[in-house]
């Protein structure tokens, strides 16, 4: 029997080289993106996270009401106005599991945040019109509420400035 030898078809050496080229490119592109989406799944992890602090700053704030007067609090607090006073402030870690007032009645010194760990920089202003600005002899307390990050930044002697950090505002309410 004689056997037929079949002709064996492979690439040509041009047609290699351009899938070689089409390999690289595509992976050249893959580590050029690999960076700025780093940093925007970074950007949206602290985006959410201060998202979610509305409880946390109502939680500190009600302690600072219980450990000081409500009406002490609505002191802390300056009314909205342009431009914004300096007003009460707080501060929460990145992962915002704590919250902290900077200056008035903060926690003793063993809980308190480092300033490395001070990655949110919260503060609070009173409405400073009806239906939602504080009356002394009513039984609410709205504030207006803006979160920037990040406030430190590692090694850094000096906060960063309001115009390069990202920031959120919400309103929080107390009750007496």
Do not use: C
Not at 13 to 22: D, N, Q, R, T
Request: aromatic share 8%; glycine share 4%; charged share 15%.
């Amino acid at each position: 029997m004689r056997f037929r030898r079949l002709p064996v078809r492979g690439f040509s050496l041009v047609e290699v080289i351009i899938a070689v080229g089409l390999f690289a490119a595509t992976v050249a592109v893959i580590l050029a993106l690999l960076s700025p989406l780093t940093r925007q799944a970074a950007a949206s992890a602290d985006s959410l996270t201060a998202l979610r602090l509305p409880d946390a700053v109502r939680t500190e704030l009600q302690r600072m009401a219980m450990a000081g007067g409500f009406d002490a609090l609505a002191g802390q607090t300056k009314p909205m106005a342009a431009p914004l006073p300096a007003t009460l402030a707080l501060v929460a870690s990145r992962d915002a599991t704590r919250v902290q007032s900077l200056n008035y009645l903060p926690p003793s010194a063993a809980g308190q945040i480092s300033r490395e760990e001070q990655f949110f920089l919260i503060e609070a202003w009173t409405f400073n019109q009806a239906p939602l600005a504080f009356d002394p002899t009513g039984s609410l307390l709205a504030v207006h509420v803006r979160v920037s990050w990040p406030y430190f930044l590692p090694d850094m002697l000096s906060p960063t400035q309001l115009t390069d950090r990202e920031q959120v505002t919400y309103a929080v309410s107390l009750n007496r």
